[in-house]
Structure formats: C-alpha cells, structure tokens
C-alpha cells in the first residue's frame, strides 16, 4: 500500500509540503526546491540540517550525538536528514545551522 | 634516497555512527579490501594499490568525525628525531605501545594546534594483498566498486593552522605547496602541505572550531574513473556533495560525497607533481572559487560549513 504522504508545514513560513513516509524530511523539502533546512551530508553527521518539531510524530535514524543530545532529542530536536514523518507536521528551522538553541 | 624522514599519509582512524552500513560503504561502494575486526570493534580495511596491511580504520561511535591521522616515517632515526623536536616545542607526545592495532609498531602520537591528533610509525607489516613483485600484473585482487587505489590525503579544519603549519614545515619537513591568503591582511586561509612528489598529503582550512575533518580522499586511476565512481554514486544513492570537477589547488580531478555517518569523502585523480624547489603558489581568497571548484568557480554552500 502506497502511503499518499504527511503535510510538513514551517513555522512562519505558508508553505507546506508533502513528504512521503519513507523518505526523510530533508529529502522531502528539496524535492520542492525549499531552501529553508540547508542539507549538509545528508547522513546525520553534521548538523546543519538541525530541526525542532512543533507537532507531529516521527521517528530518526542514526545521529551524531555532538549535534542532537539526549536532552535535545527529549525536546524534540532532530536532524532533517535523519527524520522520517509518520504523521502530519509542523517544525521550526534553525537557518543557522548548528548554532545553540536559545 | 630522495624520499626520506615522513613519507606518506599511512592510516586514518575514522568513527562511524553505523558499522554495517560503513563496511557496505568502504568496501563495496568504495573497494577497499577487509583486512579484519578486532576485538574491539574496530575495523581495518585497505586500498588494493597499497602494500602495507591496512590505511583505513573504522570505529562505531555515537559521533562522527576524525579519532586521528598517521604518517609512515622512513625509519626509527626520524621517529627519535621528531619526537625529541616536539618535546622541545612543548608538545605533549605519548608513546603507542607496538600492537596497539594489529600489525603495526611502536608508534609516537601528539595533539597538532588545530586539535587533530597525529600519530607518526615506521613499521607495519606488509598485506599478502599487496601489489605484485614478480612479473607483476596491474593488480592482484579483481577491483571493485570505485576502485579506490590507495588512501592519498585528507583536509582537515581547525582555528590554529598556522601552528600545524609551523609542526609540520620545521619539525617534520613538510613542504608547503600553495595557499589561500585574505586579500587584504594576507592572512592564511587554507594550505596544502606535502611531504613528497604529490601536490598535497594534507591540506588545513581555517574555522572556528577545531579537530574537524572535511575529507578522507582515495586514489583512482584518472578521470574516467570518476565518472565510473559518479555512477555508482547514483546508482546506490550515496549522498554526493560536487562533481566531477577540477580544484585549480593541485589541479587534481575530484567527486566529494558523504559515507553514511556525514564524513566526506574523496575520489581524486591527478594533480601536479611537486618537488620541495617549486615556488610557493598563492591565491587570493576573492579568486578562491577557482581554487576550489576550478570549473564552477564558487564555493557550494557545504564547503565551508560541512564537517564532521
Ligand atoms: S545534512 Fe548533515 S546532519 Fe543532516
Ligand atoms: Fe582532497
């Protein structure tokens, strides 16, 4: 069975894309020319691609942990390379890469 | 001999977040051979073109990045030598008992002002998957994948690169071969050190964080072999960073990409050969698209800002 895809939506931004299950949230957003998460190496290693999710469910594949710590996972952190939605979402980007949090 | 003292790029020690997919990615994508799992985990593979046991180690940590990059030094005078040179600069050198990896002696070790770690060996034994000696055949074992020829150079990034710069031109006779310099101030940018007929063994940018690798560069054999290697890169969805392209640095022919843990890689072929009497070659850092990317002629966004 084909899943049709979620909705990802960027805070403060009107755009919203379809992602598809099985495909990460980086990968989803390129296909649509979105420049807002810039992609790196694409394999959770650098952190520029480093996203906090708002809403919605996910699950990740394996991340450095110099760029996402447990703490910031628990809060929902994650690497757009690495995630993979499982429902709709709503996420916040860190344009500057991998700055600190405030 | 002409070549003496440091001769070589001899292993890097690489940590992976995944060591299933790394050896997938090392030995089928890339070619190198398995040398052997330790007890400990770690992995040791080697390029077919290369005589020494292994140049690539893998071990499966929860961060990316770079554990520590050495040289082969031509014999146990130089290592004496270069370790008594550091201590008198003040740099810490630890001892590496012999064994410590499979195969491979007594090694002296330091932390370069960058943040990297070095490590500098004269013996290790020799692969049974060497080149051949006698009558030799273009190679031994059947190539596969990119067909990587050997280990040949990695870039590294970090704050201080004119100290690593300093350790390697006055203690250990590296020669530098070319620079990127700040317009204005002239200051150092970006520059290749060789320690031999090849235009770089190591490169170092300036950043604001230190201990960082960029890359992790392989022979292959000319430019046909990097389209080979740019098909098998689509063909197993590696993630790929730029080319086929030409850095006008070295001159060499290059596809950068990312092993699954976010390290980059390098296929290279080509590049001038130096000799420690050429003239240093300099760019300017507002021509240093060209110097990088020779055909694009600017920097991609990942450059500068993608390391492990
Ligand atoms: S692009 Fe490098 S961690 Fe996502
Ligand atoms: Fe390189």
């Given at each position: 069975m084909m899943n049709k895809g979620f909705q990802i939506s960027i805070q403060g931004s009107d755009k919203i894309v379809t992602c598809r299950e099985d495909e990460s949230l980086l990968s989803g957003l390129a296909r649509y020319g979105q420049k807002e998460v810039p992609a790196g190496c694409r394999q959770g290693g650098c952190g520029v691609c480093k996203i906090r999710v708002l809403k919605g469910e996910f699950e990740t594949g394996k991340m450095s942990i110099k760029h996402v710590s447990a703490m910031e996972k628990d809060m929902n952190f994650t690497l757009a390379c690495k995630t993979f939605p499982k429902s709709d979402m709503v996420i916040t980007v860190n344009i500057k890469g991998d700055r600190k949090w405030q | 001999m002409a070549i003496s003292g440091v001769l070589r790029p001899g292993?890097?020690?690489?940590?992976?977040?995944?060591?299933?997919?790394?050896?997938?990615h090392y030995r089928d994508r890339i070619g190198l051979e398995m040398v052997g799992t330790e007890a400990d985990g770690r992995v040791y593979l080697k390029a077919y073109d290369e005589f020494d046991r292994h140049s690539i180690i893998l071990r499966e940590c929860d961060e990316a990045g770079l554990d520590v990059m050495a040289f082969k030094v031509s014999n146990e005078t130089y290592l004496d030598e270069y370790?008594?040179?550091?201590?008198?600069?003040?740099?810490?050198?630890?001892?590496?008992?012999?064994?410590e990896q499979p195969g491979v002696g007594r090694r002296i070790s330091f932390m370069a002002p960058t943040g990297h770690r070095f490590d500098l060996y004269v013996d290790m034994e020799l692969s049974d998957n060497g080149p051949m000696t006698n009558n030799p055949d273009v190679s031994q074992l059947d190539p596969r994948g990119m067909k990587a020829l050997r280990f040949d150079h990695c870039l590294l990034y970090g704050g201080d690169i004119d100290g690593t710069k300093k350790v390697f031109e006055d203690?250990?006779?590296?020669?530098?071969?070319?620079?990127?310099?700040?317009?204005?101030?002239?200051?150092?940018?970006?520059?290749?050190?060789?320690?031999?007929?090849?235009?770089?063994?190591?490169?170092?940018?300036?950043?604001?964080?230190?201990?960082?690798?960029?890359?992790?560069?392989?022979?292959?054999?000319?430019?046909?072999?990097?389209?080979?290697?740019?098909?098998?890169?689509?063909?197993?969805?590696?993630?790929?960073d730029i080319g086929?392209?030409?850095?006008?640095?070295?001159?060499?022919?290059?596809?950068?990409?990312?092993?699954?843990?976010?390290?980059?890689?390098?296929?290279?072929?080509?590049?001038?050969?130096?000799?420690?009497?050429?003239?240093?070659?300099?760019?300017?850092?507002?021509?240093?698209?060209?110097?990088?990317?020779?055909?694009?002629?600017?920097?991609?966004?990942?450059?500068?800002?993608?390391v492990t």
């Open positions: - | 292993f890097v020690q690489i940590r992976v977040l995944d060591m299933a997919e790394s050896i997938i370790e008594e040179k550091l201590r008198g600069q003040g740099f810490e050198v630890t001892a590496i008992a012999a064994g203690i250990l006779g590296f020669s530098t071969s070319e620079v990127v310099v700040d317009d204005d101030t002239g200051m150092i940018i970006a520059l290749f050190l060789t320690c031999s007929n090849k235009a770089h063994d190591l490169a170092l940018v300036r950043h604001e964080e230190d201990g960082k690798l960029h890359h992790v560069s392989f022979l292959v054999e000319d430019w046909t072999s990097l389209r080979d290697a740019a098909d098998i890169m689509t063909r197993y969805d590696i993630s790929r086929p392209t030409r850095h006008g640095i070295t001159r060499g022919q290059t596809i950068y990409f990312f092993d699954p843990s976010g390290n980059r890689n390098e296929v290279f072929s080509g590049g001038y050969a130096y000799y420690p009497d050429n003239p240093l070659r300099v760019w300017q850092a507002s021509s240093v698209g060209k110097a990088i990317f020779y055909y694009e002629r600017e920097l991609n966004d990942r450059f500068m800002t993608v």
